[in-house]
């Protein structure tokens, strides 16, 4: 069964059920509203007949003037008028019913015959019609010394309640109509959005992510139509870099084992003749193997934080001798490139619980990074110090810099700036989600022309702050 059948089935299906229980209330409310007020009128024209008769006769008139009171009586109604003695015997009849008939079995009757006023429905039984009696009792000096009753037929109210009815079940039937056509057409708006969301997302599961879904309304379905197009502008946008990765890891690749394919052939050729030759050949052959050595580092790096398999292996680390050990490490390539590289932390710095091995990795990649777009003659500043219950490292160098654009996506896999042409493009990547493992954060800020800077927070261990203070 289709969404489109289930709602449609669901709006009847609760509309039916409202409209029936309100037809059933409304029928009975009219069929109790006519009967009663057929009742209520003849209950009056008793009330008023006996109320007549107890001023102006007496209890031995009562079969004397027994065809006077029904002539008068019957004066103000169509009905059928009789009067009965006490015991419930007819006296006379509006009608002309021969007198001397019992009527004590009827329940109205007897009531009458009780002292108190009665009524009764059900069927003629010489005309097979439904009526209605009502009878009261005709008192003197305190005593029932007779029986006024009024009878009335039903068959003209029967046919008003049946019409009325009928009115009744006509609007059910109308509203339910209705309901059911607006429900077919609430239930296309709803089907026909759900129907183009599935085409645009069977079109992106066949890899077309320029599909854009239609949005109809600022309902749920138009919020998941706008999730559908950031999903798939999201999976475009990863899948350029992603093919832009494959291309730039492929050059990558492609280029140091050039190099080193180039200098085993040379060296093959003129080893012997020439030892400069050679050593100039090793070394590049070297710095080409480190240089894919790093990029297998950050591919296999890549994966296992994209998996969610890189564990940490935790110790305790002072992040200014860390930081101090890179200085030295990095002192000899910012010489060569004549940069100034000024290293220098807060005394106050507590231990942390960290893996120092992949602080260490971020460290060196951010300041390989400052190195790459420094210029000679440039500052590159590294201090730590703390702030906030935090360890912050800042890096600041007076380098290139970073636009505003390049800045919202320096940190997305496989991107590569206008500025970096080589590299996997996975580095600060690589570098946040170690960040991220580690419960603290990384924070870019840059300005073109005049520098950027790096800030990595590092949450404090409070354990190992008891221990330094114990000690």
């Not at 009219?30 to 009128?41: G, L, Q, S, T």
């Not at 009526?131 to 009335?152: E, H, N």
């Not at 564990?311 to 940069?339: D, K, N, T, Y």
């Not at 120092?356 to 990074?369: A, G, K, P, S, Y």
Request: with cysteine; charged share 20%; aromatic share 6%.
């Amino acid at each position: 069964m289709s969404i489109q059948q289930r709602l449609v089935g669901s709006y009847l299906a609760v509309i039916l059920a409202t409209v029936c229980i309100l037809e059933v209330i409304l029928i009975t409310s009219v069929n109790y509203y006519y009967h009663y007020n057929v009742e209520r009128a003849l209950m009056n024209q008793a009330e008023i007949s006996a109320s007549f008769f107890q001023q102006y006769f007496s209890e031995e008139e009562v079969n004397e003037q027994a065809e006077r009171l029904v002539r008068a009586f019957s004066q103000h109604t169509s009905g059928q008028v009789q009067i009965l003695d006490a015991a419930g015997h007819m006296i006379q009849d509006s009608f002309g019913a021969r007198s001397g008939i019992s009527f004590i079995k009827y329940a109205d009757v007897q009531q009458a015959s009780g002292g108190a006023a009665g009524t009764w429905r059900g069927v003629d039984g010489d005309t097979n019609e439904n009526i209605v009696a009502v009878s009261y009792p005709l008192q003197s000096k305190g005593k029932t010394v007779g029986i006024v009753r009024f009878i009335s037929s039903l068959t003209g109210t029967i046919e008003a309640i049946r019409y009325v009815s009928g009115l009744i079940i006509v609007a059910g039937v109308l509203v339910v109509l209705i309901v059911a056509m607006l429900s077919l057409f609430i239930s296309r708006t709803i089907t026909n959005s759900i129907k183009e969301l599935t085409k645009a997302a069977e079109q992106m599961a066949d890899g077309n992510f320029s599909v854009r879904a239609k949005k109809y309304y600022r309902d749920e379905l138009g919020t998941l139509a706008d999730t559908m197009n950031a999903m798939a502008s999201r999976i475009s946008r990863n899948d350029q870099h992603k093919n832009e990765f494959i291309s730039s890891v492929s050059h990558e690749i492609r280029t140091p084992l050039t190099n080193i394919k180039g200098w085993t052939v040379t060296l093959k050729a003129d080893a012997a003749r020439d030892e400069a030759l050679v050593t100039e050949g090793l070394d590049i052959i070297e710095s080409e193997t480190d240089r894919l050595a790093q990029l297998v580092d950050e591919l296999l790096d890549f994966s296992k934080l994209d998996n969610g398999r890189l564990e940490l292996v935790r110790s305790s680390v002072h992040v200014p001798e860390l930081i101090q050990q890179i200085g030295i490490l990095m002192a000899p390539r910012a010489a060569r490139l004549g940069i100034r590289l000024d290293i220098y932390a807060d005394s106050d710095i507590p231990k942390i619980t960290a893996d120092e091995n992949r602080l260490r990795q971020v460290f060196i990649n951010l300041l390989d990074n400052s190195l790459k777009f420094t210029d000679a003659g440039g500052t590159i500043v590294v201090h730590a110090e703390v702030c906030h219950r935090e360890v912050m490292i800042h890096i600041q160098d007076t380098g290139c810099g970073i636009t505003e654009e390049e800045l919202k996506l320096v940190l997305q896999k496989f991107y590569k700036g206008k500025n970096s042409p080589t590299g996997s493009g996975l580095g600060l990547s690589i570098c946040q989600e170690i960040m991220r493992l580690h419960h603290g954060r990384m924070a870019i800020d840059s300005e073109p022309g005049a520098g950027t800077t790096v800030r990595i927070y590092l949450p404090i261990n409070e354990q190992i702050i008891d221990r330094e203070e114990a000690k």
